[in-house]
């Protein structure tokens, strides 16, 4: 009997350190787990204590940049503040300068009124002058005038400062046209010959009766070096005023 209550005290045992073996094989099971769990976390923490790392350093650039870009603002708004002062400055000079423009142009629109003016003077006395010393030159030349010489406006652009008619002892007639310069350039026998030669005014010019043959002649008081060839070339005449006739004028059919 007691040997059976031994043995049955056995057994529980046995059942119990079964009981337990198996608890213990479970609770390291479950400490490995947690071994692992623990690893990883570890892990985890040391990414992430990298990743921490990381970011701060990315925030100490950001930082370094913020107060590079801070100091360049800085920098910018004085720039921008010194470029304003700079246009206020300059706004100033050029109002002054529209100022001093706008009285220029006043001047220079006196000083043309004044030119155009005497302009107009001188060349109605060089006109004066040509009339009478035309009308005495071609006289002595044997010429009859049929009729004062006198401007003819042709058209709104163009007019022509002496034109009169002509007879020679043989009866013959021409017409005289004449074109005043108080001085005389190359360039003013190219331009009389382009008026006489263009279509247009050679119709006018017949409206009033002028047509046939004619002598063209530019009459001035002073001139430049050069015109007598000029004058050659385009078959114009030369007429300077106290020295007579430089260049004889060649005839044209109107």
Do not use: C
């Not at 007691?2 to 043995?7: D, G, V």
């Not at 006043?106 to 009124?113: G, M, N, P, T």
């Amino acid at each position: 009997e007691a040997q059976a209550r031994t043995e049955e005290r056995v057994a529980r045992l046995e059942e119990a350190i079964a009981r337990l073996t198996e608890a213990q094989a479970r609770s390291e099971e479950r400490l490995s787990r947690l071994e692992e769990a623990q690893a990883r976390t570890e892990e985890q923490l040391s990414r992430l204590t990298e990743a921490q790392a990381q970011a701060e350093e990315r925030l100490s650039r950001l930082e370094r940049t913020v107060a590079e870009l801070t100091e360049r603002l800085i920098q910018l708004e004085q720039t921008v503040a010194e470029l304003t002062k700079r246009l206020i400055q300059l706004e100033e000079q050029v109002r002054q300068m529209v100022e001093v423009i706008r009285h220029l142009a006043w001047e220079q629109r006196d000083l043309r009124d004044q030119l155009n003016r005497f302009g107009s003077i001188v060349g109605l006395s060089a006109e004066g002058r040509m009339a009478i010393y035309m009308e005495r030159w071609l006289q002595a030349q044997g010429y009859r005038l049929l009729m004062p010489i006198a401007s003819l406006p042709v058209d709104s652009e163009t007019e022509i400062d002496g034109i009169t008619r002509i007879q020679d002892a043989s009866g013959n007639m021409e017409w005289v046209l004449v074109s005043v310069r108080v001085k005389v350039r190359r360039r003013d026998f190219e331009t009389f010959a382009g008026v006489l030669q263009r279509q247009k005014i050679r119709e006018l010019l017949k409206t009033y009766g002028i047509t046939g043959k004619a002598r063209p002649f530019i009459f001035g008081i002073a001139m430049e070096w050069g015109v007598e060839e000029a004058a050659r070339r385009h078959g114009i005449g030369l007429v300077m005023d106290e020295r007579g006739e430089i260049v004889s004028a060649e005839v044209w059919e109107l």
